[in-house]
């Protein structure tokens, strides 16, 4: 595949990556909500302390600012000789940088991973309007995604949106 725009680099998230902008790619994808760089250090601090487990990947620009962000969540299973799974979650692209093949690399950097800590395959919900984006990217449809939200947690959707 294409290397990075010049000046572009992919690396782990890092404890310092609140100031570099690292919601403002997730905005793009989802409502992130107003969290505070203590309360994103906190939860950066939760995730380092799972053990081969979360996998949180940035793109940064020339400044060092993060236009793109990915995470691999590894989960161990019974299934398939005790098998793991990695799931792609938040794929996320600042607007403005969409169409330099970023997504991309993140797939391609989280798939990488995945397969060298011992996962069988990746998988990742879209909306259907970003189907044929993955499917260039090489995934396939396999199955339909559902959902139950707990409304009593802070974290659930607003309604209009389920």
């Known amino acids: 595949?294409?290397?990075?725009?010049?000046?572009?680099?992919?690396?782990?998230?890092?404890?310092s990556d609140f100031k570099a902008g690292h919601l403002d790619p997730l905005r793009v994808l989802t409502q992130v909500g107003e969290t505070s760089q203590q309360e994103w250090v906190r939860q950066y601090d939760w995730?380092?302390?799972?053990?081969?487990?979360?996998?949180?990947?940035?793109?940064?620009d020339g400044d060092g600012k993060i236009v793109g962000t990915g995470t691999l969540v590894k989960e161990r299973k019974f299934i398939h000789n005790l098998g793991a799974v990695g799931h792609i979650e938040d794929i996320a692209v600042l607007e403005d940088q969409q169409g330099r093949k970023l997504g991309l690399h993140l797939l391609h950097a989280l798939g990488y991973i995945a397969q060298k800590v011992g996962c069988y395959k990746q998988i990742l919900d879209c909306s259907a309007k970003n189907e044929g984006f993955y499917v260039k990217c090489g995934f396939k449809r396999v199955g339909l995604e559902m959902a139950q939200y707990n409304e009593t947690s802070p974290a659930a959707p607003a309604a209009s949106k389920v």
């Open 1 to 15: 595949s294409s290397a990075l725009p010049e000046k572009y680099s992919i690396r782990p998230l890092q404890r």
């Open 47 to 60: 995730m380092a302390r799972v053990p081969d487990t979360y996998y949180l990947l940035v793109i940064c």
